[in-house]
């Protein structure tokens, strides 16, 4: 995960150099001084895009050092809350199944949460620190609502399923709205609830292995979108044809996540702001 933001990189400009090439071939056709300079201005401006999208990834979704630290810091957490204040109980009245499934989640290096009981009591490990974001550590011992309030719509069906019918549920990429950092963040996350059974085979909590996916589903999208940039650029002639064909893919509705406005234009040689092509604003937004 480390290496992801190096082979973005790599990926977006290989594309950027793909958009670059075919650009230059129209430096090669009979241009005017001021085609030539606004089609090395749209090269100029993808290098641009690159960058700024490499900068958005951020860095604390693809920084997973802390969950293979040799140094755990939850064990000690754990032991430092006072749990009599919870609905858990003094720990040294915790029964032996809540006792082994917290062990269970403190042990394992991929990113784990325990919720017990019926409030969804909140214990997890090392591996899940860098997705609870700043509500680490005030959110250990929590209730599940008062842990993820904001996407409980949609966490609450599951956690009845798995309490009621004692199966483990699946999502793979899912968008979630979650708020870790003071702000809402369009996520993605892949997990799994399963549940966690007493010797009589009643349910008495559930452990939730997670993978944020963010990162990749990021890249994946903006990877489409300068590969769509590629494929118009390979057919344009002329200087308007390029910012209409650029301004068609932008607009694209599938783009708009990405990028929700957008504004094509032309200068003229005096450098004045001349609407030589007719100006396009993306008709779609959202609210990030």
Same mark, same amino acid.
């Given at each position: 995960?480390?290496?992801? @933001? ?5 990926m977006d400009r290989r594309l950027v150099s793909s958009i670059s090439t075919k650009l230059q071939l129209l430096l090669k056709e009979p241009l005017t001084h001021e085609q030539?300079?606004?089609?090395? &201005? ?10 700024? !999208?490499? +900068?958005?990834? @951020?860095? /604390?979704?693809?920084s997973l050092v802390q969950s293979t630290s040799p140094t755990m810091v939850m064990p000690g957490l754990v032991d430092s809350v006072d749990w009599s204040s919870t609905v858990?109980?003094? /720990?040294?009245? !915790? ?10 989640? %403190? &042990?394992?290096? #991929? ?6 009981? &019926?409030? %969804? ?8 620190i860098p997705i609870f974001g700043n509500k680490h550590p005030w959110v250990l011992g929590k209730t599940g609502y008062q842990a993820w309030g904001e996407v409980w719509d949609? =966490?609450?069906?599951?956690?009845? /399923? ?7 549920? !699946?999502? +793979?990429?899912?968008? *979630? ?6 702000? *809402?963040?369009?996520?993605? #996350?892949? !997990?799994?609830?399963? @549940?966690?059974?007493?010797? $009589? ?7 939730? @292995? ?7 589903? *990021? %890249?994946? /999208?903006?990877? %489409? ?5 590629? $494929? ?17 893919? *932008? &607009? ?8 929700? #406005?957008? =504004?094509?234009?032309?200068? $003229? ?20």
């Amino acid at each position: 995960a480390i290496a992801a @933001p190096s082979s973005q990189t790599i990926m977006d400009r290989r594309l950027v150099s793909s958009i670059s090439t075919k650009l230059q071939l129209l430096l090669k056709e009979p241009l005017t001084h001021e085609q030539q300079t606004m089609i090395q &201005d749209i090269i100029q401006d993808a290098e641009l895009l690159s960058n700024l !999208w490499d +900068e958005a990834i @951020p860095k /604390r979704e693809l920084s997973l050092v802390q969950s293979t630290s040799p140094t755990m810091v939850m064990p000690g957490l754990v032991d430092s809350v006072d749990w009599s204040s919870t609905v858990l109980g003094p /720990r040294d009245q !915790w029964s032996d199944v809540l006792k082994s499934a917290v062990g269970m989640v %403190l &042990d394992t290096r #991929f990113p784990t949460i325990l919720f017990w009981g &019926d409030q %969804l009591t909140v214990i997890y490990n090392d591996g899940y620190i860098p997705i609870f974001g700043n509500k680490h550590p005030w959110v250990l011992g929590k209730t599940g609502y008062q842990a993820w309030g904001e996407v409980w719509d949609t =966490l609450s069906p599951m956690f009845d /399923r798995v309490f009621s019918e004692g199966v483990a549920t !699946w999502c +793979e990429d899912v968008q *979630l709205n979650m708020e870790r950092f003071g702000y *809402l963040e369009e996520v993605y #996350f892949t !997990w799994s609830h399963s @549940p966690y059974k007493g010797p $009589d085979g009643v349910v008495l909590g559930v452990i939730a @292995p997670n993978a944020e996916t963010t990162a990749r589903i *990021l %890249l994946e /999208r903006r990877l %489409l979108v300068m590969k769509e940039l590629s $494929d118009v650029c390979a057919s344009v002639r002329t200087v308007h044809h390029a910012c209409e064909a650029v301004a068609a893919v *932008l &607009d694209r509705p599938n783009n708009n996540k990405d990028i929700t #406005f957008s =504004l094509v234009y032309i200068i $003229d040689q005096q450098q004045r702001s001349s609407s030589t092509t007719t100006p396009h604003v993306s008709r779609h937004h959202n609210n990030k």
